[in-house]
């Protein structure tokens, strides 16, 4: 099996070996690629941190197993590991999160067993980066929820709870205040739940998971969440069972799968010969399963088990009082206890099974319809201005504007209504929106949008436009607050 390696920047080399010398030594059938990516590789001028013949080789081979990369700050490039997940469309994050004897947590010591997995939209989202300024003084991103995405990052989630044996299946969710981007992920997850009856489904706002995590996490199993919220609910996981250095990553996407350590590239220790491999190992031992070599993940996996529950640790955790091993020496004390069983969370032995690899050899981009085709009905829009006047004087501009189809409703700032009705205590920038609407819902054309906006602009400068549709006569736009 052929697969691509990244080594990474800072610690990524030398945890890099640490790992292949794992796999080398228990006699995987894997051939290792190296390609160049990350910061040096900006650094070479490749705006996308990789170069153009290690995106070939990754989309020839289909996995890449990559370290820690680090994104040049104020140089107005992308993160290269977002890049390469939303590149490759690697659509689903899946991290484990467990109890390690060894590794001592709040939980551990009090006797609570963690054993919970995160799987997060890694595509969508705020994760667009797509942002502008309205004004000097008021920024704006897109957050992108897209039916499509939404299935296939659920289904995902309710396929591997199957596999791995989980009784609950939770959404992690903030519906309650964005309706329609977060109302959509959970509507989404409760029309799949219907179709896995043997899995206990059910939701959780957002801020009360974090609560509900940070004090039993114990009671769940397997959570799916959005890209923003899964990204920080992620992180705080790895808190919960001692941090970034055992928190295992997988990127799985249709075509090509990315497995990564997360944690960061640790300069300061680079070349040091001490940094702790454990979480690029976990990720390396998610690949193995994932290309079906199940067998040789539970060995390695047992041993390393084995290996922090003697108290055998480098110096970023452990007991104190016994001396810590360098990166060398740490990757030795496991190869020599392959075969041994921890006391705890021994892993199973299981049967190998043949990996069937994604064609990679498309020649068009795959498109994500949904099946539903309900009545569009454009009835107004939202256009977004930028002034320093009160409401009553833009409203007073903008009567002289209006056309018979298409009337002022309600002007807002900051999401807040502001006119006709609102308060003189709520604070104004200098970013309102105008909501035109129909009477009665009755329909207009794009080009009835288009000779508003083009009237308006003679007095008002306009940032933004949006259209406000229906579908299936119901809403597709959410309401100011105090509307």
Not at 290 to 301: D, N, P, R, T, V
Not at 426 to 439: G, K, Y
């Amino acid at each position: 099996m052929k697969i691509a390696v990244a080594n990474g920047d800072g610690i990524g080399p030398e945890i890099m070996e640490a790992v292949i010398s794992v796999f080398k030594a228990a006699n995987l059938p894997l051939e290792y690629h190296f390609v160049d990516m990350g910061k040096w590789v900006f650094d070479k001028g490749f705006s996308n941190g990789m170069t153009p013949e290690a995106k070939a080789t990754i989309e020839q081979l289909g996995i890449l197993f990559k370290g820690p990369m680090e994104t040049p700050k104020g140089k107005g490039v992308k993160s290269v590991n977002v890049t390469a997940r939303k590149t490759w469309n690697t659509y689903a994050n899946e991290r484990h999160f467990q109890t390690l004897s060894g590794v001592d947590t709040v939980f551990s010591k009090a006797g609570i067993n963690i054993d919970l997995t995160i799987v997060r939209e890694n595509i969508e989202d705020t994760y667009g980066g797509i942002e502008h300024m309205l004004t000097q003084d008021v920024a704006i991103a897109r957050r992108f929820i897209s039916r499509g995405g939404s299935e296939q990052v659920i289904r995902y989630a309710f396929e591997m709870a199957r596999k791995k044996g989980a009784k609950r299946i939770t959404c992690g969710h903030k519906a309650n205040i964005m309706k329609l981007t977060d109302g959509l992920f959970l509507e989404v997850f409760n029309e799949i739940a219907k179709e896995y009856t043997d899995l206990k489904a059910d939701d959780v706002i957002v801020d009360d998971l974090c609560m509900k995590l940070v004090s039993r996490p114990d009671l769940f199993d397997v959570i799916v969440l959005t890209n923003l919220q899964g990204d920080i609910v992620s992180d705080l996981c790895a808190g919960l069972v001692g941090g970034l250095g055992f928190a295992p990553s997988s990127n799985i996407g249709d075509h090509i799968s990315i497995f990564e350590a997360v944690h960061g590239t640790a300069p300061d220790i680079a070349g040091k010969n001490i940094a702790n491999p454990t979480s690029l190992l976990l990720s390396g031992l998610n690949m193995l399963r994932h290309l079906g070599m199940m067998s040789k993940a539970a060995m390695i996996e047992n041993a390393l088990l084995y290996t922090l529950e003697s108290g055998i640790h480098t110096g970023d955790f452990g007991d104190k009082s016994t001396p810590s091993l360098n990166t060398t020496q740490f990757t030795q004390a496991i190869i020599d206890h392959f075969g041994k069983q921890p006391k705890m969370n021994s892993r199973a032995i299981l049967n190998d099974f043949e990996f069937a690899p994604k064609n990679t050899n498309i020649s068009e981009n795959p498109m994500l319809l949904g099946t539903k085709k309900e009545e569009h009905t454009i009835v107004g829009a939202d256009i977004f201005i930028e002034s320093a006047l009160q409401p009553n004087a833009i409203a007073q501009i903008v009567s002289k504007h209006e056309k018979p189809n298409l009337k002022l409703l309600i002007i807002s700032n900051r999401g807040t209504q502001v006119w006709p009705t609102g308060s003189v205590y709520t604070n104004l920038v200098d970013q309102f929106r105008l909501r035109f609407e129909t009477e009665a819902g009755a329909g207009l054309l794009q080009s009835d949008i288009v000779e508003l906006y083009s009237s308006l602009s003679k007095d008002l400068q306009i940032s933004s436009v949006e259209v406000l549709s229906m579908w299936g006569g119901k809403k597709a736009y959410s309401l100011a607050q105090g509307q």
